[in-house]
């Protein structure tokens, strides 16, 4: 048997790509990235000596940021990358593609991307979504109510649940420190004091450990590798495909994200009352944000699809569709960005600016890759890493371009292998 990859039968037309997807990713790459302006690419220094009018606005911000992007935007993506499994997976059986090898392949280019982007920024999604995307090419095969029933449990984040029960039921429980914690600690000073060398030497290695430490003991491990089942659920009932399906989802998962929401956000507010303190704190606390992360970005994705539908509304969420098209390529460039921008080896920026100022200037980047994205796009298929990946997957390096000429060179490249 051959893996080669064939023409696509004429049978099989190219589907158009669904821009209320590539929209929301565009809303969830947003969210990242000012998370990330505010935390300033995992490196959490700001300046001591603030106004206090600024101080106060730099609380502010940073309660607002937590509060509306924190865990949500991430859910997002995973959310979509499931979905995202589940065309490519349908692309590829109709033309007949090894799906398995081929697509463990893709997750393994991925997974090489977030490695050397890790080495810039330990904080790095990218490995963590390629390795977590494994147990897809099996559980794919499984019926839709057995998928249900298995990222129930885990989203549930049952290990974290245990902590927490633990913790809730026994007094004299004392859960261990995070080793993230420590390992932050460590290359904290190399990111503010350290030249560009010393920052990568750092994360060839500890870099790439806090971020495979902080997703295990946070629990974001069992909670990604759910959204990713949901996207993939998401995906096979073809619901964003037909608007008239989309808008009762939507309308559901506001509703029971605002319940979630006003049943799991009193409980986590009032934690200090129960005399829960620090790692007994801690603990707990985190189980509940992942529950009400979950409920926001419940709430986020139904409102986007709702107001998606608003003629004006959906003009300007449009704006996002190429950044969403575009996002590997965004979110790398995002991190290429703003690490020299705030690290010691760069601009230092940490140094000068709080989380007020530092989330204006994410407003800026993702700004300009808006307008970068959507002049690229008018003349190009893919974004240049999203082209990388591709190729990369396929064997392929014909360029995806719009310019008539160039593609039908291009169709005739791929139809000639």
Not at 91 to 107: P, Q, T
Not at 286 to 308: D, K, R, T
Request: proline share 4%; net charge positive; hydrophobic share 50%.
């Amino acid at each position: 048997m051959t893996n080669e990859v064939p023409a696509a039968p004429p049978s099989h037309p190219r589907r158009a790509r669904i821009e209320l997807v590539d929209a929301l990713r565009g809303s969830a790459l947003l969210g990242i990235l000012l998370m990330h302006s505010f935390e300033h690419w995992d490196f959490m220094r700001y300046p001591k000596d603030s106004p206090i009018w600024l101080q106060s606005l730099d609380q502010w911000t940073s309660s607002a940021a937590y509060f509306l992007f924190a865990g949500k935007a991430y859910a997002i993506f995973a959310l979509l990358f499931g979905v995202s499994f589940f065309m490519i997976l349908e692309r590829w059986s109709e033309r007949e593609i090894n799906f398995g090898g081929r697509f463990l392949w893709r997750l393994l280019v991925l997974g090489i991307f977030g490695y050397l982007n890790g080495l810039i920024y330990c904080g790095d999604v990218l490995l963590v979504i390629a390795a977590l995307g494994v147990p897809l090419l099996l559980l794919h095969r499984c019926s839709t109510k057995t998928l249900s029933w298995i990222s129930l449990l885990l989203v549930l984040q049952l290990p974290s649940l245990w902590d927490s029960g633990r913790v809730l039921l026994d007094p004299s429980f004392e859960p261990l420190q995070p080793k993230h914690w420590q390992i932050y600690g460590q290359i904290d000073r190399v990111y503010a004091e350290g030249s560009l060398a010393d920052v990568i030497r750092t994360n060839l290695w500890q870099g790439q450990l806090v971020r495979i430490w902080w997703t295990i003991e946070t629990g974001r491990y069992t909670q990604m590798l759910g959204l990713f089942i949901w996207g993939l659920l998401i995906g096979r009932s073809k619901i964003f495909e037909d608007n008239s399906r989309s808008l009762p989802l939507a309308k559901h998962a506001l509703l029971w994200g605002a319940i979630a929401f006003a049943v799991f956000y009193p409980i986590k507010s009032q934690l200090g009352a129960w005399g829960l303190k620090d790692l007994r704190h801690y603990t707990v606390e985190n189980l509940l944000s992942s529950y009400c992360n979950l409920a926001q970005m419940a709430i986020w994705v139904g409102g986007f699809i709702l107001i998606y539908q608003w003629r004006t509304a959906a003009a300007a969420l449009r704006l996002l569709a190429p950044c969403g098209r575009t996002s590997l390529t965004c979110y790398v460039t995002q991190g290429l960005i703003g690490v020299p921008l705030f690290y010691g080896f760069g601009f230092a920026l940490y140094r000068y600016l709080g989380p007020f100022y530092s989330v204006l200037v994410g407003v800026i980047i993702f700004s300009v890759q808006c307008v970068a994205a959507r002049l690229w796009l008018k003349k190009f298929t893919y974004g240049p890493l999203e082209w990388l990946w591709r190729a990369c997957t396929l064997g392929s390096s014909a360029v995806a371009s719009k310019n008539p000429a160039m593609k039908a060179a291009a169709i005739s490249a791929e139809a000639s292998r």
